[in-house]
């Protein structure tokens, strides 16, 4: 089956940089977009960084990680990674992938990981 693995969370100090990397498996047959949203406890889940399949990938991100975060890919590896850099402890939360993946049905669905922790201390 098909199933998206995080890993690279952990706790640093503000003003540190940490890196997130989420890798696809199983049968697959075209990873389209790819992306990273974050929850905090007792908030809802937002949208980090987005980064589309298309060539080399056009990307997008939250306002309030533009300038800190950078999203990228690696196709030959199905990975996405999120550098994150400037940590404030506002971005403390569950970090989660997310893929719209093709598997061996053909089938377009969306895929989540099962999130990393990443906490920021101050």
């Known amino acids: 089956q098909v199933q998206l693995v995080e890993s690279g969370g952990g706790l640093v100090q503000a003003g540190g940089s940490l890196r997130l990397s989420c890798a696809a498996s199983?049968?697959?047959?075209?990873?389209?977009?790819m992306g990273w949203y974050r929850q905090a406890p007792g908030k809802q889940r937002e949208l980090v960084a987005v980064?589309?399949?298309?060539?080399?990938?056009?990307?997008n991100y939250a306002d309030s990680v533009k300038g800190r975060f950078t999203i990228s890919r690696d196709n030959a590896k199905n990975t996405v990674y999120l550098q994150m850099n400037s940590l404030k402890p506002e971005d403390t939360a569950v970090y989660y992938c997310?893929?719209?993946?093709?598997?061996?049905?053909?089938?377009?669905?969306?895929?989540w990981g099962q999130g990393t922790q990443v906490t920021v201390s101050s």
């Open positions: 997310n893929a719209d993946i093709r598997g061996s049905t053909l089938s377009l669905r969306g895929y």
């Open positions: 199983g049968s697959i047959f075209s990873i389209n977009a």
């Open positions: 980064i589309t399949g298309a060539g080399g990938g056009s990307t």
